[in-house]
């Protein structure tokens, strides 16, 4: 998808390589890179595991940590279409 290139990939990877998201020990930081290269590059498309695991982490931080930062930034990326909102 749209969301998966460029800028809001930039995004997704600052997300899931943040030290508060690695420090959970969920995610291993060399595979999430490795992942990440292999899309941006075109080697392989990871769009439904990228999905995943920022749902993942979203989820982590919004029901776990009790944080509703994400949300605002959730909200944010669903106006250029980087999060779709199901409606």
Request: aromatic share 8%.
């Amino acid at each position: 998808g749209v969301w998966s290139r460029g800028e809001e990939l930039e995004f997704i990877q600052n997300l899931l390589l943040e030290e508060r998201t690695l420090a959970r020990g969920i995610f291993k930081k060399s595979a999430v890179e490795s992942l990440l290269q292999e899309h941006r590059s075109g080697t392989k498309i990871h769009t439904d595991r990228i999905w995943r695991l920022l749902n993942l982490e979203l989820w982590q931080r919004i029901f776990v940590e009790k944080d509703e930062k994400p949300l605002e930034t959730s909200r944010k990326y669903q106006t250029v279409g980087v999060l779709d909102s199901g409606t």
